[in-house]
């Protein structure tokens, strides 16, 4: 079963930090592009990044790029999310995927991040 | 990076068919058979309903389906039941080699 556990969520001050992580489990996950997609609070879902098998190729959405980077560690099965510079809208919970057929599914259940003073 | 647009809310009664749009642009649902569907009951995880454009993964009803002309993609629900009642999000790959996530449609079963 295709498991994916999201951690490292919690408060941070406008221009803090925090690291986000993915372990995934119960399938092949160095062979797949990985996905972050976040959601504010009542609000809709919004692509954040994605990185490719080997973490060679990265993509990002404006909002964020610059500020965030996602890598991975395939021998941990695990993604990762650096969230630098931290505004009050990047509040969300965040959700990671693998990508197939330009599709991503599953998805985890996500880690809050709440950006506040 | 705008979002694709779609309607805030949609409802229907039960047995009767629902569309959602989902509109673009050129550098994304009209260049690309990219376009998903997911569905987000209250307080869950998305999970994927319609792939490239129009294929349903495994264990996914075929009361759902898939549809794209030009730079907009439909999704309809047909026999509409309780359980569908739902946020619905279509998300197409950009030009960009990035992704985009519809604006979300509220489903109401009346």
């Not at chain 1, 964020?64 to 993604?79: E, H, M």
């Amino acid at each position: 079963e295709v498991q994916l556990v999201e951690s490292g969520g919690g408060l941070v001050q406008p221009g803090g930090s925090l690291r986000l992580s993915c372990a995934a489990s119960g399938f092949a996950f160095s062979s797949y592009w990985m996905h972050w997609v976040r959601q504010a609070p009542g609000k809709g879902l919004v692509w954040v990044s994605r990185i490719n098998s080997d973490g060679s190729n990265t993509n990002y959405a404006d909002s964020v790029k610059g500020r965030f980077t996602i890598s991975r560690d395939n021998a941990k099965n695990t993604l990762y999310l650096q969230m630098n510079s931290l505004r009050v809208e990047d509040t969300a919970v965040y959700y990671c995927a693998p990508q197939k057929d330009y599709s991503t599914n599953p998805w985890g259940q996500g880690t809050l991040v709440t950006v506040s003073s | 990076q705008s979002a694709l647009t779609q309607p805030p809310s949609v409802s229907g009664s039960p047995g009767q068919s629902v569309t959602i749009s989902c509109t673009g642009t050129s550098s994304d649902v009209g260049s690309y058979n990219r376009v998903s569907w997911y569905q987000q009951p209250p307080g869950t995880a998305p999970t994927l309903m319609i792939y490239e454009v129009s294929n349903r993964p495994s264990g996914v009803p075929d009361r759902f389906s898939g549809s794209k002309s030009g730079n907009t993609a439909s999704l309809t629900i047909s026999g509409l039941q309780a359980e569908d009642e739902a946020d619905y999000y279509c998300s197409s790959y950009t030009s960009s080699s990035t992704f985009v996530f519809g604006t979300g449609t509220k489903v109401t079963v009346l």
